[in-house]
């Protein structure tokens, strides 16, 4: 939300400057929740037909009496379609996160970094370390939190990676979290531009990946939507150092009994 100014009181230029702000305050906020909206609704209805043509092709390329070269176009199709998936599925989710759905609370974030290590580490073939504090909590949503690390760990494994750490600091008022990957690394023009919507280092190359290019501008919504920030560095060849930093919080006090 935007904060309207205080109304003036009387007829002067200051109180009327302050009218007009406030009323091209209003036009701007109706116009972003206007443009918000839209992305919710059209990624929503585009679910839609993409399940259903998914579901199809998945029928036919079941079926046994089919040609190669019809295998092939199908194989396309479901490629595609599930490409297409994936950018509305991203689509949708950043136009939630472009606001401020997140439920605030604390999270203790060596969980959240041992999750992930689990999670991974089953695929990956390389090695995750955790190096974090173990009463170390932010103030934050856990779902939303678990998500951007798991956003930055998997683009540190699409990176060609052998060796990720994810290490936590607690900085006394606030907390910074570090993906640390050994991947290719990034070639510094890019790096200003890396958290936009849909920008890609290497289109052809992501594009075989499966990227669309939101994932970067969905990990920095949901940060700053927790008022804190990320960033990162890189050397090509060396790999890339991705942190986060959020709002440090007390541990939980436990419920008293009676
Ligand atoms: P996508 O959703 O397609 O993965 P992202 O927004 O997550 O896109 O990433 C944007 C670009 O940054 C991609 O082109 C990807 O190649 C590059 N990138 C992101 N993380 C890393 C990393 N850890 N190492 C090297 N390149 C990266």
Avoid: C
């Avoid at 029928?59 to 950018?87: C, D, H, I, N």
């Avoid at 907390?175 to 052809?204: Q, T």
């Amino acid at each position: 939300k935007f904060e309207e100014l205080p109304q003036l009181e009387g007829n002067n230029e200051v109180a009327s400057l302050v009218r007009s702000l406030n009323r091209m305050l209003h036009r701007l906020e109706s116009a972003w929740q206007t443009q918000t909206r839209f992305l919710l609704d059209a990624s929503h209805e585009l679910r839609t037909p993409v399940t259903a043509i998914l579901g199809h092709v998945g029928y036919l390329m079941r079926r046994t009496q089919l040609t190669p070269q019809q295998r092939e176009s199908l194989e396309v199709v479901a490629r595609e379609g599930e490409r297409m998936r994936k950018l509305v599925g991203d689509l949708l989710e950043l136009s939630q996160t472009g606001g401020w759905r997140v439920e605030l609370g604390s999270v203790h974030i060596p969980t959240v970094l041992y999750e992930i290590q689990e999670e991974y580490g089953r695929s990956f073939e390389g090695r995750i370390e955790v190096e974090a504090p173990d009463n170390l909590w932010a103030v934050g949503d856990p779902e939303r939190l678990h998500q951007v690390i798991a956003n930055l760990v998997s683009n540190a494994i699409k990176a060609n990676s052998t060796q990720i750490r994810l290490v936590a600091r607690d900085l006394s008022e606030r907390l910074v979290i570090r993906v640390e990957d050994n991947g290719e690394g990034i070639p510094p023009e890019h790096l200003p531009h890396l958290f936009e919507r849909f920008y890609r280092v290497d289109k052809a190359r992501d594009r075989e990946r499966g990227g669309s290019g939101l994932g970067l501008a969905i990990v920095r919504s949901i940060v700053e939507a927790h008022g804190g920030s990320v960033w990162v560095e890189s050397e090509p060849g060396k790999g890339s150092v991705f942190s986060v930093s959020l709002k440090r919080a007390e541990a939980p006090q436990p419920e008293l009994a009676g």
